[in-house]
């Protein structure tokens, strides 16, 4: 199963998600640091869930990595838009 597969397989199992786009953007980074040349190491998630309303914006950043769990280690950037 590809990288975007397991965070979206995830996300989707932790939260109620109103919208949830994964997007990998490894293509972008290509050369720089962090690249490790698997095409599956920098991703963005737009994500927009029930209850995250009534969190802070840490507060959420911090519900997606608890609900990734070790996924979250395996990327090199994780750029998240939360709401």
Same mark, same amino acid.
């Given at each position: 199963?590809?990288?975007? *597969?397991?965070?979206?397989?995830?996300?989707?199992? $932790?939260?109620?998600? /109103? =919208?949830?786009?994964? &997007?990998?953007?490894?293509?972008?980074?290509?050369?720089?640091?962090?690249?490790?040349?698997?095409? *599956?190491?920098?991703?963005?998630?737009?994500?927009? $869930?029930?209850?995250? /309303? =009534?969190?802070?914006? &840490?507060?959420?950043?911090?519900?997606?990595?608890?609900?990734?769990?070790?996924?979250?280690?395996?990327?090199?950037?994780?750029?998240?838009?939360?709401?």
């Amino acid at each position: 199963m590809k990288m975007e *597969e397991k965070i979206r397989a995830a996300l989707e199992q $932790a939260f109620t998600a /109103e =919208s949830l786009d994964v &997007v990998n953007e490894s293509h972008l980074h290509a050369g720089h640091s962090g690249d490790d040349g698997s095409g *599956e190491s920098h991703f963005r998630v737009r994500l927009k $869930a029930e209850g995250f /309303e =009534s969190m802070s914006r &840490v507060a959420r950043h911090r519900a997606v990595h608890q609900a990734l769990g070790p996924l979250a280690t395996e990327v090199h950037a994780l750029a998240l838009e939360l709401s």
